[in-house]
């Protein structure tokens, strides 16, 4: 199939939508128009072809400046698309009150913590009709671990005079399988939870290649 131009690229966002737009296309209406003789979308094309849509969004303006010749110009409109791509999903996902399944956490969560360098523990703290009260970040860690306290977790929980927690944290190895480490804490937490009456509802695990819901897995 022959290449589409530049305007042709436009023309068919405007009749089609940007959904009707494959990677390429949509990366080269974010990339600057590159020396006269030459297309954005056949830039575009290389790019995506030696680098997947999901890697493009985790790389800084110092990575993408290497990529497939784009530059200062062209990684810096690429990391601000990304950035205000995951800041909407980020958004879309603070209006969601009530947790009806693993998935509602999953993709609350995927757009804040999927990409980060480090490990980051959040809180969800729920009423009896699992309706959110508070989303709550209750540790930073480094790149393989973190720690957080039990004791903090469940003394906040008793402020919000909340019936129930998840707890959410991320890999940034990609791999959400869940560690000693991890099924040790989520045992604990859930033995301090219990002398208060407080359920643990589950532990998610969030990765650049998929997530992990203790409760599915039988580790809860």
Known sequence: MKQLSDKQVRQRLVARGAEALSDAELVSLVIPTPAKGSEAV??????VAAHSVSDLAHKSVSELRQVGGLGMDG???????????RRAAVADG????????????????????AGLPHEEMWVLYLSSANRIIERRKVSVGGSTSLVADCKLIIKRALEQVAQSIIIV?????????AS?????????????????DI?????????????LSFRSEGLL
Do not use: M, Y
């Open 75 to 85: 990684a810096a409109r690429l990391v601000a698309a990304f950035e205000l791509g």
């Open 94 to 113: 603070a209006e969601q009150q009530t947790i009806t399944s693993s998935a509602d956490i999953v993709a609350l969560f995927t757009p804040l913590l």
């Open 180 to 196: 000693e480490q991890d099924k040790v804490f989520t045992t604990r937490l859930q033995e301090c939870a219990k002398l208060f």
């Open 42 to 47: 056949d830039v575009a094309e290389e790019i």
């Open 199 to 211: 359920a643990l509802l589950d532990h998610i695990i969030i990765s650049s290649k998929g997530s």
């Open 169 to 177: 944290h991320n890999h940034p190895s990609g791999n959400p399988a």
